[in-house]
């Protein structure tokens, strides 16, 4: 079955250094993969997009890489700062026009000052 | 910038009872969801719409569950007879045409749905 996988325990980084994320995903061919924040308590949003023949994209501090070969995006966030601080989602989306999203777990980011 | 929006913020409910959850979608926008989200889990699709009629829906979105574009403005989701276990945050969402990936989807704040 489809199973996408977001690291479960929470990183805690410094102000000023870079925060990786990692998704990975099995037996899925997503046209595209998002990434959302999400505060406690609010809905998911969205941050960027990369699509299934692109390797990169960039968005101010935030950057995403994507590997169909490995089935694994990763996400960026350079220059951290406390307010940076939530839970990172990667959505993947099926090649079918239904706009269905597969959310992983999340990961909570902590920057300490 | 554009904004869903939901009402109500939060709900209970007795258990067996009907809901009604309110969502405002994006105007220009063409595809409708409702996800939900119980808590400390994952979000979960429940339900997509586009062109008047359900795309797709999730093993969740059993018969007690329905979807309506009642005018040109409202998305609503009911479930007829709440249980316990329906107890989640339900966001709606909306996006343009998902085969393009677009700018990504737009939630809502969310409906805090407690059955007691």
């Known amino acids: 079955s489809q199973k996408i996988e977001q690291n479960s325990e929470a990183l805690n980084i410094q102000e000023g250094k870079t925060a990786t994320l990692t998704c990975n995903y099995t037996?899925?061919?997503?046209?595209?993969l998002q990434w959302y924040r999400q505060d406690p308590g609010r809905g998911p949003v969205f941050l960027l997009l990369?699509?299934?023949?692109?390797k990169e994209k960039r968005k101010e501090r935030l950057k995403v890489t994507f590997d169909t070969t490995l089935k694994q995006s990763l996400f960026h966030i350079t220059a951290s700062q406390p307010a940076d601080s939530a839970t990172y989602l990667c959505?993947?989306?099926?090649?079918?026009?239904?706009?269905?999203?597969?959310f992983g777990q999340g990961t909570t980011l902590q920057v300490k000052p | 910038e554009p904004e869903v929006t939901q009402t109500p913020s939060h709900q209970v409910t007795q258990m067996g009872q009907e809901v009604i959850l309110r969502c405002v979608p994006i105007s220009n926008h063409l595809y409708f969801y409702w996800y939900r989200q119980i808590l400390g889990q994952k979000v979960e699709f429940l339900v997509s719409f586009y062109n008047n009629e359900i795309s797709e829906k999730s093993e969740i979105f059993d018969d007690q569950f329905s979807v309506e574009r009642p005018d040109g403005s409202n998305f609503t989701l009911k479930i007829r007879s709440t249980k316990l276990e329906d107890s989640a945050m339900y966001f709606c969402?909306?996006?343009?045409?998902?085969?393009?990936?677009?700018?990504?989807?737009?939630f809502g704040s969310g409906t805090r749905l407690t059955v007691v």
């Open positions: 037996n899925y061919s997503p046209a595209y």
């Open positions: 990369i699509r299934e023949n692109e």
């Open positions: 959505a993947l989306a099926g090649s079918g026009n239904t706009g269905k999203l597969i």
């Open positions: 969402a909306s996006s343009e045409i998902p085969r393009t990936g677009g700018n990504g989807y737009t």
